[in-house]
């Protein structure tokens, strides 16, 4: 059973810094795309950034230039460092992944998440 655990999450004030793990296991045959979604209180979960299997990007307008995805593919880990937090980041932080599985299937997983509080 494949599952995703993310950790970094912090309370931290406006202007700092955190980077975000989360660590895929159990039944992986190859991950394709990975992502960081985000829950604001009160608010529908959202994307924040998205790497494919070869690397490439896409980021929310709202981090472009303040948040950066990474992944390394030996460790099935995908990475986010947020720089320049803002209160409005705050949120809990959810990991995906898109997984070729052992038993060849597809599907798509979940984390549990991690929060995020950026004061001002």
């Known amino acids: 059973q494949v599952q995703l655990v993310e950790s970094g999450g912090d309370l931290v004030q406006a202007g700092g810094s955190l980077r975000l793990s989360c660590v895929a296991s159990g039944g992986i045959f190859r991950i394709n795309a990975m992502g960081w979604y985000r829950q604001p209180p009160g608010k529908q979960r959202e994307l924040v950034a998205r790497?494919?299997?070869?690397?490439?990007?896409n980021y929310a307008d709202s981090v472009k230039g303040r948040f950066t995805i990474s992944r390394d593919n030996a460790k099935n880990t995908v990475y986010l460092q947020m720089n320049n937090l803002k209160p409005e980041d705050t949120g809990r932080y959810y990991c995906?992944?898109?997984?070729?599985?052992?038993?060849?299937?597809?599907?798509?997983?979940w984390g549990q998440g991690t929060q995020v509080t950026v004061s001002s």
């Open positions: 995906n992944a898109a997984v070729f599985t052992t038993n060849l299937r597809v599907g798509e997983y």
């Open positions: 790497i494919t299997d070869s690397s490439g990007t």
